[in-house]
């Protein structure tokens, strides 16, 4: 009898054991479904392209302005390089 009473004890606890694995994986998707359902990525407002953009001429003579820049930017490094020598 007693012989018995620990083979149930045995498949018993195998049993529990069987099924601890499937109920910690039902848990944690339960955990993971609910938090991703409260937990959002803001988006940021975009709003419409107020009036202060450049039109085209003032793009161009933006562009223009800043080429010069360059090509100034360029002279004085080539000239503090030869000075430099």
Do not use: W, Y
């Not at 955990?31 to 940021?44: D, K, L």
């Not at 930017?73 to 390089?81: G, L, N």
């Amino acid at each position: 009898m007693k012989a018995m009473q620990r083979g149930k004890g045995r498949n018993c606890n195998a049993n529990r054991g069987a099924l601890a694995l499937p109920v910690a994986v039902l848990l944690v998707a339960c955990a993971c479904g609910g938090c991703s359902t409260t937990v959002e990525t803001p988006f940021p407002d975009i709003k419409p392209v107020s009036s202060t953009s450049l039109s085209q001429e003032q793009q161009k003579k933006a562009v223009e302005e800043l080429n010069k820049a360059r090509a100034t930017h360029e002279q004085d490094a080539e000239q503090q390089i030869e000075q430099s020598r």
